[in-house]
């Protein structure tokens, strides 16, 4: 059977969750480490555009909590804010006390959806947080 991966890559790349090929008979998807900035609204991508929980993932379609996924979504927005939108390339304007804490809010949202999706997924961590 095939396993299902979902990209969890929109904090400057982050992971990869996958349910196990015990869960893979209902759907199937394959991670990819590249994220896009301009999508506000969630950190997950499958990389077959027919993945069942959409391109990019939406996070009503995952098996998680409502708190998990607006924390998801609140992360996405302020991760926007790390980017100076005038010229991406620059540094970000954030200051160090930000990153750290965006850091460990996102290490914490990671943590609370491997716990959500449970032992059916691999989450693969690919951040450089």
Do not use: K, N
């Amino acid at each position: 059977m095939l396993a299902q991966f979902v990209s969890f890559d929109g904090f400057d790349p982050m992971d990869v969750i996958a349910p196990s090929a015990a869960t893979a008979a209902t759907a199937s998807a394959t991670a990819v480490p590249r994220p896009e900035h301009g999508v506000p609204h969630t950190p997950l991508w499958p990389s077959d555009a027919d993945s069942p929980y959409g391109s990019p993932c939406e996070l009503d379609r995952l098996p998680v909590s409502a708190a998990t996924r607006t924390e998801l979504e609140t992360l996405c927005e302020w991760d926007q804010s790390s980017i100076d939108w005038d010229y991406p390339p620059d540094p970000s304007p954030w200051p160090e006390e930000e990153w750290r804490a965006f850091r460990e809010r996102a290490h914490a949202a990671l943590a609370a959806l491997r716990r959500e999706v449970g032992d059916g997924w691999t989450v693969e961590d690919r951040s450089r947080l």
